[in-house]
Every structure is written in structure tokens, then in C-alpha cells.
């Protein structure tokens, strides 16, 4: 899919400005029924975890309930296209991720087109992954392991929780940038990945830090980096990619979007709403320092940035979905 990134900036910043016309009084009523909240990701995953969070902070808000509706499938596309054909008054947002931004040139073939279709309402997270290690690799920097990778070619098993996720990304970075070979092992999902790795049936793994950081502790995973730009008070003694491979940084992200043409007074009610949430002692006491909290213009250019990343990361590789 050819991305018009200067097409999608137009759109985010329509979406924030505010016209005058008769919808007004509309939007400033809103909402007067239930909110159908659609998410990607099956129940109990990180999409529909902070759905369900920033869901009952607005419906509490707001006053009408924010119904999440779990839509897995196909790179979260099952949920967007339910989210494209619903009609554009406020009433259907959509759970975005990162998965939307690498699923936009991953999937050629799409009934929609994301940029173009989905406008940014809110950010919701940015969440830095972790590399790490089985114990067993002799390998206890960064720089260790691109040594040992190019001294072994082909010998180190990368796993990840399918192809085209975050994580087999971020792999597929690191190789390219590292200039090295490792042998990519998707799974059907990150438990598996993080159980082999700490068997030492697989060598290396991208992993969120909740889902990793007990074993860390115990000694069964070794970090190596955080994606993050910066090192995380979680792991104070883990470095930064960045300080090794300058230009590394990637993340997760998630938040909210809208069917194109939803009213901007809307898109701007949920954003200030959402924002003051992020904010709130109980959502923060929750996400942390992962909060990320700005406008729908500055979201919509992280997404415009970061599908333009990722789509560079899936042509160089030839990842095809599976």
C-alpha cells in the first residue's frame, strides 16, 4: 500500500479543529446512548485490556456505558473493517495499535485503507519492549551478541508471537541494523515464545516488560536492551538500544480512532476526557510512565511515523502474513 503521509496529517489536523456548524449542539450533548468501543484483540489482551481501563473511566464520565466489542482476527483488520462501515456520529471508536500501523502494509489486500479510513482521536500508551536472552547464550551486552551472531550465522533462533507482531519486527530491526543473521520462529502466541525461551529451546525474544520482568528477576531471562530511547526505572541497569545501535528505538503504542468523518467536536470531547483520565491517580497508578497523553494532530502524526517505519521494515524483510 502506497502511504500518503501529508493525506493523513491533513486529516488528523481537520479532525482537531473544531468547525461551526449545526452538528455543534451535537456534539456538545454527546454522548445520549451507548458507545460501541471495537477492539481488535481477543479478551484479555493488551488491546482489550486498556479498552476496558480508559472504558470505564469515560462511561463514568460520560454517563453512557462504552461497550467493548472484541473483534480478533487477521491483524486486528476483522475489527477495523467492522470499525471503517460503521456510521461516523461518535458512536463506534476503535482500539488503534501498533498492529494497525504494520498491518497497513503487511496485508495488501484490505477492504480499507487505514490512513485514509480511521481517523486519531486519542493516544492512549507507549510501551517500550525488552531483548533478552536465554542464559545459556554467551552473550551479556548487546555488542556480545551481534559478535556472537556473526561468528554463528543462521545458529541463533529469534522467536516471536507470529509473524508480522511487534516483536518479529523489532527482530527484524535489530538484524537489519546489527547487519546479522538469525533464524525467525513465529509462535501462535507470546506465552509459548517466553516458555521456550526459558526452556532454551529458542535464543532470543522481544518481550513486553510486565510480561518478563519476574523472570528477570529470578535469573531465568538475561536483558540486553530496552527499544525504549531512554533506560526504564523498571530496569535501571538495562541499557537503551540506542546506546549501542544509534537510530534504534521502537514501541508499542495504542489508543483510540474514529470512522473518517466523525465530527471534531466529538473527536475533541473524547480527547480531553481521555486525557484527563491518563492523568487521573488510578489510571496512572495503572500504566505508569507509559502514558501518553496529547493531542489527535500529534497522534496522528506518531501513526503517519510509525506505519511509514514499519512498512519499511516489512518490504526489506519480504515478511508476508501467514
Not at 465530527?263 to 480531553?272: G, T
Request: cysteine-free.
Amino acid at each position: 500500500m502506497q502511504i500518503s503521509r501529508r493525506h493523513f496529517l491533513s486529516l488528523a489536523v481537520f479532525a482537531a479543529v473544531a468547525p461551526d456548524n449545526p452538528q455543534s449542539a451535537i456534539a456538545q450533548a454527546y454522548p445520549t446512548r451507548p458507545v460501541r468501543w471495537i477492539v481488535g484483540g481477543s479478551a484479555g489482551s493488551p488491546t482489550d485490556t486498556y479498552a476496558r481501563l480508559l472504558g470505564q473511566w469515560l462511561s463514568e464520565r460520560l454517563g453512557q456505558p462504552f461497550v467493548i466489542e472484541n473483534r480478533p482476527g487477521s491483524g486486528g483488520n476483522i475489527g477495523t473493517a467492522a470499525a471503517v462501515r460503521a456510521p461516523a456520529d461518535g458512536y463506534s471508536l476503535l482500539l488503534v495499535s501498533t498492529t494497525n500501523a504494520i498491518s497497513a502494509t503487511l496485508y495488501e489486500k484490505l477492504s480499507f485503507d487505514f490512513i485514509r479510513d480511521i481517523v486519531p482521536v486519542a493516544a492512549i500508551a507507549r510501551v517500550p519492549l525488552v531483548l533478552e536472552v536465554n542464559p545459556t547464550v554467551p552473550a551479556k551486552t548487546v555488542p556480545e551478541l551481534i559478535a556472537y551472531a556473526k561468528a554463528n550465522p543462521g545458529r541463533i533462533i529469534l522467536a516471536s508471537p507470529g509473524i508480522g507482531t511487534l516483536p518479529h519486527l523489532l527482530g527484524e530491526l535489530f538484524k537489519m541494523i546489527a547487519g546479522i543473521d538469525m533464524v525467525h520462529v513465529p509462535y501462535r502466541s507470546g506465552a509459548p515464545a517466553l516458555t521456550d525461551l526459558i526452556g532454551g529451546q529458542v535464543h532470543v525474544y522481544f518481550d513486553g516488560i510486565s510480561s518478563s520482568i519476574e523472570h528477570i528477576k529470578a535469573g531465568k531471562l538475561r536483558p540486553l536492551a530496552i527499544t525504549a530511547a531512554t533506560r526504564l526505572k523498571e530496569l535501571p541497569d538495562v541499557p537503551a538500544m540506542s546506546e549501542f545501535l544509534p537510530g534504534y528505538e521502537a514501541s508499542g503504542w495504542f489508543g483510540v480512532g474514529a470512522p473518517i468523518g466523525t465530527h471534531a467536536e466529538i473527536i475533541e470531547r473524547l480527547n480531553s476526557e481521555i486525557n484527563a483520565g491518563l492523568a487521573s491517580p488510578l489510571i496512572k497508578a495503572q500504566l505508569g510512565d507509559t502514558v501518553l497523553a496529547i493531542s489527535p494532530a500529534d497522534f496522528g502524526r506518531l501513526i503517519a511515523g510509525e506505519t511509514e517505519k514499519w512498512a519499511k521494515v516489512v518490504r526489506a524483510a519480504g515478511i508476508k502474513p501467514d
